[in-house]
């Protein structure tokens, strides 16, 4: 995975991706290369519409966040026709509304990608590409799937200090939790997390205490210590292209 793209925000780390890659870095997005199935315009446009179903926003302890919103993620496995790689995502809404990381996909053939829900040895595909970010390292998909389970998204940004907790497959242990702290903002949009993720934890959720998505575990800044030092990608990153209210 290219880590240019965030030098400028660290310039003294190393910044590793968390997708569980078995072959070489991958190169490249190309629609034309590999026939995505890509709309360009955004959900606004579309019609569909994400709401913020929580209001109550009462606080749950880790144990409640998984047990509600653990089918809510699943496992990702794509293919660049060579290699097999293994990343994670989460749904947004009822109707497969899903979200990863664009390093997860990026490379690789749409259409070919498995999407195991947590549970199931059923496969998946992603029927639709709605939006994408290098830069901001996020792919919005459609999975050709109805009536799932799925996670709200958080209004308001959290703050430095707050707890939070991610779900996702490291190294291909499927949907492990993990908690921790909003550590800092390294970025408007970038977060730095000391919940524990790792190489498959790609795409991941990282939830707060009221169930809400706040996030989207993205990888590890590495400076040659075990420090744990990671981060994830502000969920609002995606809300310019869905209705969100």
């Not at 072959?23 to 026939?35: A, D, L, W």
């Not at 040895?121 to 919005?140: A, G, M, P, T």
Request: hydrophobic share 35%; glycine share 10%.
């Amino acid at each position: 995975m290219k880590t240019n793209r965030f030098l400028l925000l660290v310039s003294s780390l190393f910044i590793i991706g968390c997708a569980h890659k078995s072959g070489h870095n991958k190169q490249g997005f190309s629609q034309e290369e590999r026939g995505v199935i890509s709309q360009q315009s955004t959900m606004q446009k579309s019609g569909t519409k994400v709401t913020d179903d929580n209001q109550g926003r009462v606080k749950m302890d880790g144990s409640e966040i998984f047990s509600k919103y653990n089918t809510a993620v699943f496992m990702v496995f794509t293919s660049d026709g060579y290699n097999m790689y293994q990343g994670s995502g989460f749904f947004i809404d009822n109707s497969g509304l899903a979200v990863s990381n664009y390093h997860v996909f990026q490379n690789t053939s749409i259409g070919e990608e498995g999407i195991k829900l947590t549970g199931s040895n059923d496969i998946y595909k992603v029927s639709e590409i709605l939006q994408r970010s290098e830069k901001e390292d996020f792919i919005l998909f459609r999975v050709n799937i109805t009536n799932t389970n799925y996670i709200p998204i958080a209004r308001c940004k959290p703050n430095v200090g707050e707890k939070v907790f991610a779900i996702g497959s490291p190294r291909g242990l499927e949907n492990t939790f993990s908690s921790g702290e909003i550590s800092q903002w390294r970025d408007r949009n970038l977060m730095q997390i000391s919940a524990l993720i790792d190489h498959g934890s790609s795409g991941g959720a990282l939830i707060n205490e009221y169930g809400e998505a706040i996030g989207i575990t993205s990888g590890s800044f590495y400076d040659g210590s075990q420090a744990n030092l990671n981060y994830a990608w502000s969920i609002d990153v995606i809300k310019p292209y869905i209705n969100f209210k």
